[in-house]
């Protein structure tokens, strides 16, 4: 798949654009109207540019309302046009899109509307142009893709041609696979989008998605122009408010990423197979001066014990069961931090090898004599992601530190991880949901949308029916962030099958459970009508709950926050419950933002 980048999709100027998607390693880019109006640079200038960055310009756009009913403005039209083509020609292009028109005065004959874009085909084929038409799909006559192509048929001239735009054609809900028989297919455009009830317009130009981030079949639809013979690059034309606003050289990688995901989906074995993660091997937390006691005291609380000290020092193993804690005292701040994730996998290193294709950055980190050798890269906010073979080898790191003899484990037990939940940046929400599906295989859930005291906090699970590994991304509202009250902390979540007897050691070991307020459990106990015994031992422990449709049982428990940037849930299911306790949110986040220094 050869690939391309409008550069309206990116933030920035025109050469800055063009350095972002050269940089990335796009083949070639469209260049947005606007992008060069508003360029000092001369449209040779841009060409020269294109060429030494290796990029190609493979397209110029748009240009709108090619037709009219009026005879003296359809001539305007013409002249337009080809004052247009000494730009395109001076740019170093051979084709621009033309848009279905949808003012008012637009052709509604097609026998008509061919004849008018055969002539200006006729001036597009004179400065060595071509034409490739695309149907929007809030055009005024001309909205389906298939009648876009009827139009050219009509029209049948070689230096006219259509242009498949996936959000015009799969807003509409429009069936993709005729695109297999179009015969003059000009150039390809890809854009996802989450699925909303809105204006297809205001739709198309401030919520599309990079594929992969949305809920559009793309991989049918790219099967589909695969199929017509295309043979051209596959361009990202994405509206998009935040990805304009974003550092234009993350945003172009995601976008190759998605791309190169998208290509695997269309023809599954283009990259790497994704080896779903097994199981969680470790989860890491860095710390050190103040933060380190906390930590450890927070561990301890919950029945952890340090059972490790690595070779080299400064890193323990802390182990309850099945729960791994890796404490980093190497880190750079003294507030405790979620700082790497540990995944057993079955081929590590194939996983490393897909993500690499799919633009993650490895980590090369030391490895000392005897040391397993972890293959690990950097998510998109910075978090660690180390790759464990199944066998424990990677344990053998750490020399082992015998249990004191008055240590007997709390009651209540762990039977694993059941989530981690990590922070985004405002922009960087839809990228770290990209990554967890190309590269790591989970699968992403529904978004919620929680009122915290602040503002919303969007949320996203990401898991996997073959594992227990859940991941959820949460994004908390910038006006909290501008105010020093990054709300959406990062935390891990420890499972267990005796929760009140969990809360009981906790309590009884000096841990500090986060206040629930009164009236939530008032209104628990009403909304569920609760047995009162039990409703009162939630009280009593500062448990939360929750309950699905079919019965399934949520119980949480949250302690105090360690750091503004970490804190420790532990839940448990019962009959088959699959959420997370969305509706307890923003009750969890109101309690910490009443603690002292809102946290």
Known sequence: MRTSIATVSLAGTLPEKLRAAAAAGFDAVEVFEPDLVTSPLRPAQVRALAADLGVRIALYQPFRDPDDVDPTRATRVRERLRRKLSVVRDLGCDLVLVCSSVHAGAVRDDDELAA?????????????????????????????YRHGARVVALADHPALGTCVDSFHVLSRGDDPDDIAHLDRLFFCQVADAPLLGMDVLPWSRHHRLFPGQGGFDLARFQRAVAASGYDGPVSLEVFNDLYRQADPGRTAVDALRSLRYLADRTVPGTLPAAPVPRDWAFVEVAATGAGVPDLEALLAAFGLRRSGTHRRGE??????????????????????????????????????????????????????????????LVAPDGTWVQFCGTSPDWQDDFLPVPAPADSPPGPGAFTGIDHVTLTQPFAGFDAAGLFLTAVLGLEAGELSEIAAPDGLVRSRAHTSPASPVRIALNVGPTSATLRGRPLAAAHVAFATEDLFAVVEGFLAAGGRALPVPENYHDDVEARFDLDPEFAAALRRNGILYDRDAAGGEFLQFFARSVSREFFVEVVERRGGYAGFGASNTSVRLAAQRALPGGD
């Not at 729960?323 to 290193?349: F, I, M, Y």
């Open 116 to 144: 008018q874009l055969s002539a200006l085909a006729d001036d597009a084929a004179a400065a060595g142009v071509r034409l490739a038409y695309e149907a929007l799909a809030w055009g005024a006559h001309v909205s389906d």
């Open 315 to 376: 890193v323990d193993l802390w182990t309850r069961g099945p729960v791994r804690v890796v404490v980093n005292r190497r880190s750079a701040q003294d507030r405790a931090r979620l700082s790497s994730l540990g995944l057993e996998v079955d081929q590590p290193h194939v996983l490393a090898e897909r993500a690499r294709d799919l633009l993650a950055p490895l980590v090369h980190r030391p490895v000392g004599p005897g040391e397993a050798e972890i293959p690990s």
